[in-house]
């Protein structure tokens, strides 16, 4: 079952006009089989194979995080992980 993964941008970005601002969480939240990227101005929709993809190709600006349950963010190092098929 995959869960709402969560980006830290490393700086200011755009990306086909959607924009990330440093230093804010950004939030891809899974929905049925896929995944919703919600930028400052606007959203992303992603399979989970191209949320891998993308998290991997971001990665000098974006930062995988885990949010815990008492609201701590722990830094996630992301991994882009083959998928059995």
């Not at 755009?14 to 400052?40: C, D, H, P, Q, W």
């Not at 600006?61 to 992980?81: D, N, R």
Request: avoid cysteine.
């Amino acid at each position: 079952m995959s869960k709402n993964r969560h980006f830290k941008a490393l700086d200011t970005f755009e990306s086909e006009r959607r924009i990330f601002k440093k230093g804010e969480i950004y939030t891809a939240y899974f929905r049925g089989n896929m995944y919703t990227l919600v930028a400052e101005n606007g959203e992303f929709n992603f399979t989970p194979e191209l949320m891998d993809r993308v998290a991997n190709e971001w990665k000098d600006m974006f930062e995988e995080w885990t949010l815990t349950e008492q609201g701590a963010e722990t830094v996630k190092t992301f991994i882009l992980k083959e998928r059995a098929e």
